[in-house]
């Protein structure tokens, strides 16, 4: 069935640094992919949607110029964390939904720790 | 490989029937269990989750799950379904121990006739 990988599963970066986590579809073409985040305990929390070719829409709250998205094809999404800070320590899940006729299922990662030091 | 399935892929039921879907996971270990929601042109939300006590857990809308954990099962219920129920469900676990990993079942697409 369709598979969703994203990379790294985990990352420790220094603050101030910029990190870059991967969204991929292995077998289908993704039109649409989202990004969440998770705070400990609580559900997920969406951040931005975005489609293949176009800028990514971002949820209100979330800095733009902080969480760089890029969807440059229909099998990629990745999410920057740039100039990192310990507050943005947090797991980040993508999901992805193809193109298509009818109905497309949804596909989710299996998420991204992050931790800022 | 730990997994998560959800038996039904495409359920159709009409208002106030019954509603149960179910979720199974694959894991030895102590889980933290959600089911989310997506409607219509919507994101994700969350239905209930259980990490620890009750394992009969009451979520919005009326939904609620219960952890069998001898069956590694934390199948969703709600007694009456409306029209506005109609949506994907998606079941998900996350392994106690592990602040990395959150796996996903496959979703249910709920439909609902009027």
């Known amino acids: 069935g369709a598979v969703v990988s994203q990379h790294p599963s985990r990352v420790i970066c220094k603050s101030g640094t910029s990190v870059k986590i991967e969204c991929r579809s292995l077998?289908?073409?993704?039109?649409?992919m989202f990004w969440y985040r998770q705070f400990p305990k609580k559900s997920l929390m969406l951040m931005a949607t975005?489609?293949?070719?176009?800028?990514?829409?971002?949820e209100q709250g979330v800095e733009k110029d902080k969480f760089l998205i890029n969807h440059a094809s229909l099998t990629l999404s990745t999410l920057t964390v740039t100039s990192a800070h310990p507050e943005d320590s947090s797991f980040y899940i993508c999901?992805?939904?193809?193109?298509?006729?009818?109905?497309?299922?949804?596909?989710f990662g299996n998420g991204t720790r992050l931790t800022v030091t | 490989a730990q997994s998560v399935s959800q038996h039904n892929h495409h359920v159709i039921l009409s208002e106030a029937a019954s509603l149960e879907l179910g979720c199974n996971y694959s894991?030895?270990?102590?889980?933290?269990l959600f089911w989310y929601v997506q409607y219509p042109g919507q994101h994700l939300q969350l239905l209930l989750k259980?990490?620890?006590?009750?394992?009969l857990v009451k979520g919005i809308k009326g939904f609620e799950a219960e952890f069998i954990k001898s069956k590694f099962s934390f199948n969703l219920r709600k007694p009456s379904v409306q029209w506005s129920d109609t949506a994907e469900y998606f079941c998900?676990?996350?392994?106690?121990?592990?602040?990395?990993?959150?796996?996903f079942g496959k979703g249910t697409r709920l439909h609902i006739l009027p």
């Open positions: 999901s992805a939904r193809g193109s298509g006729q009818g109905y497309s299922p949804l596909h």
């Open positions: 077998d289908f073409q993704a039109t649409t």
């Open positions: 975005s489609n293949e070719g176009s800028k990514a829409t971002y």
């Open positions: 894991y030895g270990g102590t889980v933290n």
């Open positions: 259980y990490f620890s006590g009750d394992p």
């Open positions: 998900a676990v996350n392994p106690s121990n592990r602040d990395d990993k959150i796996i």
